[in-house]
């Protein structure tokens, strides 16, 4: 089991930046990869970044020179730096820890971009 918790969202103005956190806790060694994702009030969860346990990074399009995804292994921490925020990247960001046994999620935290 992984138990993962997300913080740092809230309301932002446009072109503006947050920094989201994604903790880590418990079987922790059986993670091979971690994921954010974003889900918009009526639209599908969509991948916004990933990064592997070896630090290779992918992102979604749109995320793509404004997003960064990082991670702090001595604090079993990932991390997504958004930049440059435009209000339809308003939506519930959730981490996804990819395992060999299955992917656990965490709650959730709102990003709102809003002038």
């Known amino acids: 089991q992984v138990q993962l918790v997300e913080s740092g969202g809230g309301l932002v103005q446009p072109g503006g930046s947050l920094r989201l956190s994604c903790a880590a806790s418990g079987n922790i060694f059986s993670i091979y990869a971690m994921d954010w994702y974003r889900q918009a009030p009526g639209k599908q969860r969509e991948l916004v970044a990933a990064?592997?346990?070896?630090?290779?990074?992918d992102y979604a399009d749109f995320a793509k020179g404004r997003f960064t995804i990082s991670r702090d292994n001595a604090k079993n921490t990932v991390y997504l730096q958004m930049n440059s925020l435009k209000p339809e990247d308003t939506a519930v960001f959730h981490c996804?820890?990819?395992?060999?046994?299955?992917?656990?999620w965490g709650q959730g935290t709102q990003v709102t971009v809003s002038s």
């Open positions: 996804c820890a990819r395992t060999l046994k299955g992917d656990y």
């Open positions: 990064i592997t346990v070896g630090g290779s990074t």
